[in-house]
């Protein structure tokens, strides 16, 4: 019984160094492959209870695992959707063979790494097939509130690279200063024009002709009124008036050339003062210096507002009233025409930004990262992936670089994480000890050989 246990520990032996010798072949096969995680085989021995003076060897058995939550270095690259996790956390992804089959909720796998590049739809996805997961902007660049204890709102992350955009104009600031000599009695002098371009709901540049009329005092001896009338008109609504007001400014020493105040006033349609005319425009702010103005037709279902700013009360920004010039000296607009898509960044917070040639910047996606209690007890399967098992726990869905997750770096691959000095060394030891057990069983062979001899 001894000899034989002997004989069964050197065969136990010999099995759990191959398996350790296949570990190592599989670490050192993948050292420069990206995302590689390493595999352990860890031996337990085996206890057989003995009798008193003898002793049966109980062997060794061996278990193999990936070290998934120890991570490769970060290797630099020049492609924008080249994504690493640095930290805790996995990227979703599902194989593209899983989004042909019509009616089902494809797999979500993991993975830490990927050198994601669009296919002939615009997906992003690896060479091996694994497509980017993500949940997908409104049209204003907000994310919807997604469950995270679950994929089913993950959609593949797709990139239009035909895609067209424009952002409509929604604020305008002025800063113009007025001459303060055309208010004074007597001036003849004109009336001054000031041309805008703004874009619309459908990226068209539009026209906003913003006319300053001087009303000079009317009677010899009196000061300057300080008084204009202000007629916005917009190209879109056929010229038509969509904004009156009156401006009135300071005259004092600490304030001169400030607005005072700001009102809408009854026009005709030629934009002169007419009691039983129309008002045009929303209030003036005295604090934020705004008005609002509706342009292309100004009323539902065409109401588009565009917020003015002109300058708060006693504002030495925005519009003011001095010396004998009229200058524009600062106008500031958002929006832009339709452009083209240039490229695709990720940034650190998994947030998918579309860049177009106008210089606009659009969020269409945020990728998620997905964690778990442990790491170390997901399922591996090909091209570094993983999907949940019992041991690993459930997953839940983190924003990048929030809670437990890291971040997601672009322009990045994770490296192998192969220590090939290490796993050298481990194959020498592995070597040593495979050859110890085939000494072993040699030596029990040449035991029983003996005693085979004895009844000789």
């Known amino acids: 019984m001894t000899i034989s246990s002997s004989l069964n520990a050197g065969v136990a032996g010999l099995a759990a160094n191959a398996s350790r010798l296949a570990t190592i072949s599989d670490n050192i096969a993948n050292s420069g492959t990206h995302g590689y995680k390493r595999a352990e085989a860890d031996f337990h021995s085996m206890v057989i209870s003995s009798g008193n003076g003898t002793y049966s060897a109980g062997g060794v058995r061996v278990t193999t695992q990936r070290v998934i939550d120890q991570p490769g270095a970060l290797l630099s690259t020049n492609n924008p959707t080249d994504l690493a996790v640095r930290g805790r956390g996995f990227l979703p992804v599902t194989p593209a063979s899983a989004l042909k089959v019509q009616g089902e909720q494809p797999p979500m796998l993991l993975t830490t790494t990927g050198s994601f590049r669009t296919d002939k739809d615009g997906i992003l996805q690896t060479e091996t097939g694994m497509v980017l997961l993500g949940w997908p902007a409104e049209p204003d660049g907000t994310i919807k509130s997604y469950p995270r204890d679950t994929a089913d709102g993950l959609q593949p992350v797709k990139i239009n690279t035909n895609q067209f955009a424009g952002e409509p104009t929604t604020k305008l600031s002025l800063g113009v200063n007025l001459p303060a000599t055309s208010t004074e009695y007597g001036s003849l002098a004109d009336t001054e024009v000031l041309s ?133 000296t600062s106008i500031l607009k958002d929006g832009s025409p339709v452009g083209n898509m240039v490229s695709v960044d990720v940034d650190a917070n998994g947030f998918v930004y579309a860049n177009f040639d106008t210089g606009i910047t659009r969020k269409i996606y945020q990728i998620p990262l997905v964690d778990l209690p442990n790491p170390n007890g997901l399922i591996a399967l090909d091209n570094q992936t993983y999907t949940t098992s019992n041991v690993s726990g459930s997953f839940f869905l983190w924003d990048a670089a929030d809670g437990p997750t890291g971040d997601i770096v672009s322009y990045a691959l994770e490296e192998s994480a192969t220590d090939v000095a290490g796993e050298l060394t481990n194959l020498i030891q592995t070597q040593r000890a495979y050859s110890s057990n085939a000494k072993v069983i040699q030596t029990v062979d040449e035991m029983l050989q003996e005693t085979t001899n004895i009844k000789r």
């Open 196 to 328: 805008i371009e703004y874009f619309d709901n459908m990226g068209t540049s539009q026209n906003l002709a913003v006319t300053y009329v001087p009303e000079p005092a009317t009677n010899p001896g009196d000061p300057a009124s300080n008084t204009w009338r202000m007629i916005i008109r917009d190209s879109a609504s056929g010229n038509n008036i969509v904004g009156a007001y009156e401006l009135r400014f300071n005259n004092d020493r600490e304030a001169g050339g400030t607005l005072q105040s700001v009102s809408t006033i009854a026009v005709d349609s030629n934009g002169e003062r007419d009691p039983l005319g129309m008002t045009y425009g929303g209030g003036w702010d005295l604090t934020t210096g705004e008005f609002r103005v509706n342009v292309a037709n100004g009323a539902p279902p065409n109401e588009n507002p565009i917020d003015i700013t002109i300058g708060g009360e006693k504002s030495t920004t925005g519009i003011t009233q001095l010396s004998d010039s009229f200058a524009p």
